[in-house]
């Protein structure tokens, strides 16, 4: 580790993208694929059965019968399966680790959905577009068709960007137990493994 990426590592949530924007280039140089991406993804997930049954969080558990191949992901399945897991609730929390397409850590995350509506953050598509206001700006703004298409292209990669991911269902509607939780196991995991949103668990 050099002087300026110990520098990078002490912050902890910084408003400045381009320090974010430049840990992540030196968290993808420092990924090595010796692994398949499969096989890394299951290593990680090794490491967070290690760290639950290791610090006994009894708030949480690892959903391993679900997929980790995000397009073989059920919304509705996943859903379930995290309500099961968690018992009647108005709101239902779940932490998620999301991977590459070569295995390498993109996010540790935490999201909510209620029994009505919603699957959480995960689920959610990136839009480069963006809506209402920000759309109409952003198309009164390509003055051509090669950038109208260059923007899709970007656009599609961004949802492709995510091949697979962890969940792991968190059993407690306190939001401060599941804020805790994402940022232990992210501490946790960014010891041990390269991760491109390096200070995602902390917001």
Avoid: C
């Avoid at 840990?23 to 760290?51: C, D, F, G, M, P």
């Avoid at 290791?54 to 399945?77: G, Q, R, T």
């Avoid at 998620?96 to 699957?119: A, C, E, L, Q």
């Amino acid at each position: 580790m050099n002087d300026r990426e110990k520098i990078l590592k002490e912050f902890t949530r910084p408003r400045n993208w381009s320090i974010r924007d430049e840990i992540a280039k030196i968290q993808v140089l420092k990924y090595k694929e010796n692994l398949t991406a499969e096989n890394h993804v299951q290593q990680v997930k090794r490491s967070i059965q290690e760290w639950i049954i290791k610090e006994k969080p009894n708030k949480l558990m690892i959903a391993d019968n679900l997929p980790i191949l995000v397009s073989d992901m059920n919304k509705e399945e996943v859903k379930k399966e995290i309500m099961k897991r968690s018992g009647e609730k108005e709101k239902y929390h779940y932490l998620w680790v999301s991977f590459r397409d070569n295995g390498m850590i993109v996010t540790i995350g935490r999201t909510s959905f209620s029994k009505k509506s919603g699957y959480g953050d995960l689920f959610d598509p990136f839009d480069i577009f963006g809506t209402g206001t920000q759309k109409l700006i952003v198309t009164f703004l390509i003055d051509s068709e090669e950038a109208k298409k260059e923007m899709e292209r970007i656009n599609a990669k961004m949802n492709s960007f995510t091949t697979y991911a962890l969940i792991i269902p968190v059993n407690s509607d306190e939001s401060k137990i599941v804020n805790n939780l994402e940022r232990q196991l992210g501490e946790y995991l960014i010891k041990r493994y390269p991760v491109f949103n390096y200070y995602s668990h902390n917001w």
